[in-house]
């Protein structure tokens, strides 16, 4: 996948535990970074407790200030706030992170009737390029952006602008980008995710990634 040039970036949900570990190590590389939140105050707060071009800013004016759109919300708030986006991310590029995990209960990857939560995505975003990334990227392995970084970002998409893009955030932050294919694989990603967090778990880590070997 080639590199493309990096605009301004917006997080959605970019308060929160990966949003905030993809923004410290974007903005070390010199990514400038919106930070999206409900709350306008704590969009700010957070943007002020990093080091580089960031600022804060309610979801969708995030989104309408940026090039490329990372989705960072949980489950439970991924459909509510993908639909207030579609006006703002129309045309742009729209990188979702998001796994359908559920922990109520005992931990489970739910079943989405578009097929993943990625293709969900592209369903409500049908103006937008949607690429699904960094499900198995761990947010406490970013937060700490005095550790060496480690993993493979596996990328997925029908969109070959919105691939690029994913791929060029991650080589941005130090990691290797790996195309596993089109948005029907996104299911697997995610599911993928949902086994690090078992393992996690059963080794008493919050670190675990996936590496390709051979690759
Ligand atoms: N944590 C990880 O290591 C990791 C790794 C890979 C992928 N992911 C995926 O990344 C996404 C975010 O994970 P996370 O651990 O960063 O989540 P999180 O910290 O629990 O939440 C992220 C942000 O989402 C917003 N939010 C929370 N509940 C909401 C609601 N009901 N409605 C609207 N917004 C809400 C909050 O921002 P405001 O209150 O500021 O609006 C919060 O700071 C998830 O889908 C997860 O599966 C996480």
Known sequence: MPAIPIGTVAIIGGTGRLGMGLARRLAKAGVPIVIGSRDPAKARAAAQS?????????????AEAADFI????PYEAHRTTLESLAAAVAGKVVVDTAVPVEFAGGLRVNRVQAGSLAQETAQILSGAKVAAAFHTVS????????RPIHGDVLICGDEPAAKEAAATLARAIGMRPVDVGGLAEAHALEQLAGLLLVMNRRYKRRDLGI?????
């Open 50 to 62: 990093l080091v580089g071009n960031i600022r804060g800013a309610v979801n969708d004016d995030a």
């Open 70 to 73: 990372i989705i960072a919300v």
């Open 139 to 146: 947010a406490p392995m970013l937060s700490d952006v005095s």
């Open 211 to 215: 590496t390709i070997a051979g690759l």
